[in-house]
């Protein structure tokens, strides 16, 4: 059982240039989610989704674009990158909206701007 | 709002010496509690998961926590540490108003000295 999958685990980004990082969940779970990890910060959500066609912004979704066509896959698009977006991103999913449900989350992708 | 708080960014401990760490939230109502592990380089996996009945909570890997909300506390313990165990640990709060969004604290980074 593959769970959470991300797509690359570590990227160089160019200030300015573009990317999307990859995420895909096989246990039909509705919600989605990326957040960002950064050093003594903990994790910061950037963009979320309860259902395909369904998406919304985050605590720090600026400089960030999702979509949601499928209920597996969520990719999150970096536009113009900037080195402030130099961190270690996370997808997860839950099978729905309860609270006492937990989050799988996929190994990351390591992303640098320079 | 809810809001997790984990005071200590770093805690050393030797091998085979017990642990606790210090979790507390801010939440409005009846809080639904979990703490995550992350291995280097892998992605957040759940420890345990508190929502209700019995304050102490049996997870895995030996590892234990109580919720007291007198403190608005949800510590995580270990009798004995392995080496092993060294790794980031998160407290999450489960998401408010029928939508899981869970607000995780900014973490402890768990250092095991043989």
């Known amino acids: 059982n593959a769970g959470v999958t991300q797509t690359p685990k570590f990227r160089i980004l160019k200030i300015g240039q573009s990317m999307t990082l990859q995420c895909t969940q096989d246990m039909n779970h509705n919600y989605m989610y990326w957040y960002r990890q950064d050093p003594g910060m903990g994790l910061k959500l950037i963009y979320y989704s309860v259902g395909a066609g369904i998406t919304d912004k985050g605590e720090v979704p600026n400089g960030y674009n999702v979509s949601r066509s499928t209920t597996e896959d969520f990719p999150l698009r970096l536009e113009l990158a900037a080195p402030s977006q130099t961190s270690v991103y996370f997808c997860?999913?839950?099978?729905?909206?309860?609270?006492?449900?937990?989050?799988?989350f996929g190994q990351g992708t390591r992303l640098t701007v320079v | 709002a809810q809001s997790v708080t984990q005071p200590d960014i770093h805690i050393t401990v030797s091998e085979g010496a017990s642990l606790e760490l210090r979790c507390n939230y801010s939440?409005?109502?009846?809080?639904?509690l979990f703490w995550y592990v992350q291995s280097p380089g892998q992605g957040l996996q759940l420890l345990l998961k508190y929502f209700s009945g019995d304050t102490l909570v049996q997870g895995i890997k030996g590892f234990e926590a109580e919720f007291k909300r007198s403190q608005s506390s949800f510590n995580l313990r270990k009798p004995s540490v392995h080496w092993s165990d060294a790794a980031e640990y998160f407290c999450a709060v489960g998401g408010s108003g029928g939508s899981y969004i869970p607000t995780f604290g900014r973490g402890t980074s768990l250092i095991v000295h043989p």
């Open positions: 939440y409005g109502a009846t809080p639904y």
């Open positions: 997860a999913s839950s099978p729905n909206g309860r609270q006492d449900t937990e989050a799988f």
